[in-house]
């Protein structure tokens, strides 16, 4: 064999070995860093909140995640992100929490990662029947109907920042409510109370919000006049998803998730049903999920497994779509 011929032979196993070695599947590597894959989720027991990190929980887990939720108040919840025991919460009502969002902020301890749902809102109503037979449409009504409301407005968990307002609306006398009482239970026990209400056809006036099923199981009137308190538009609001500083650089994959996933009133409406009616919230996410499998595909762009495969294929396979 010449010279000529030899180097020739050479030049053409080089090229055939690069070939294959660029053909050849590379071994998918870690997304995020082992630390990471524990991912601490904070929850205020409201159903909403439930429902959004239900659906969460689902795909992190599916991903290779390890989502942990803990419930916990909403001070509390902001103070272990604070502290940094919370790596994220989904439930950032605005702008009735601002005042806990300040705190944070003065303290860097938060990014805002997206806005996850729009067309919210959160104010306080009476039964649609005390509006129509009794006029009380306004704040400025309820005053004149004391007596039938026993000087009583039913809120929901103490610390939560809607109670708050309630209350220094009362502290204030504004809508000459002085002498009234903010009742705080949880969200289930306000509720039981307004069905206790409905039945015996007595006034009563608490905390109501969209998205939740009370919309469809009470027939109820949401009050005008807040603005003040609970914002325009009757407490209109948008939620959003937060970070505690520096998490989303520290796992940039589960980030990308979380930047991506959004709900909307009319999903977390179905979903928060299923949950009241006693379904898990992680199954009543997987079969909404599987119903609606267009919802999840832009949530999970850009985003692969745990181990770096590709998100949606394991979404899909876990699915059985």
Avoid at 9 to 32: E, N, V, W
Avoid at 169 to 178: A, H, N, Q
Wanted: charged letters at 20%; aromatic letters at 8%.
């Amino acid at each position: 064999m010449t010279l000529t011929s030899t180097l020739a032979a050479r030049a053409l196993a080089c090229t055939a070995a690069i070939a294959t070695l660029t053909a050849a599947p590379l071994t998918a590597s870690a997304a995020d860093p082992e630390a990471c894959q524990a991912i601490r989720l904070s929850d205020p027991g409201w159903t909403d909140i439930t429902a959004t990190n239900g659906v969460a929980a689902y795909l992190l887990e599916t991903l290779g995640y390890d989502p942990d939720v803990k419930t916990l108040s909403v001070p509390i919840g902001y103070q272990s992100m604070k502290n940094g025991e919370i790596d994220v919460f989904l439930g950032n009502w605005m702008p009735a929490q601002q005042a806990f969002i300040d705190d944070l902020n003065s303290s860097n301890s938060i990014e805002v990662l997206n806005k996850n749902l729009e067309g919210a809102k959160f104010t306080l109503a009476v039964p649609a029947s005390v509006a129509a037979e009794q006029g009380v449409k306004d704040f400025a009504d309820l005053a004149e109907h004391a007596d039938e409301f026993e000087r009583k407005i039913y809120g929901i968990e103490p610390g939560a920042p809607a109670n708050t307002n309630i209350q220094k609306m009362i502290d204030s006398g504004d809508f000459s409510l002085k002498d009234w009482e903010l009742v705080e239970s949880g969200e289930q026990a306000m509720l039981a109370q307004v069905e206790r209400a409905n039945k015996a056809g007595e006034p009563i006036v608490f905390l109501a919000w969209a998205p939740h099923p009370m919309n469809a199981r009470f027939d109820i009137s949401y009050l005008s006049g807040g603005d003040d308190y609970f914002g325009a538009n009757f407490g209109g609001a948008e939620v959003y998803t937060l970070a505690r500083t520096g998490w989303p650089e520290q796992c940039p994959n589960a980030a990308t998730f979380l930047k991506q996933i959004t709900f909307t009133v009319d999903m977390e409406n179905v979903l928060m049903g299923e949950i009241l009616g006693g379904e898990d919230p992680q199954d009543a996410a997987e079969a909404w999920l599987k119903e609606n499998p267009s919802a999840y595909e832009p949530w999970l762009a850009g985003v692969t497994t745990f181990d770096g495969k590709p998100a949606k294929e394991a979404v899909d396979a876990a699915l059985g779509l």
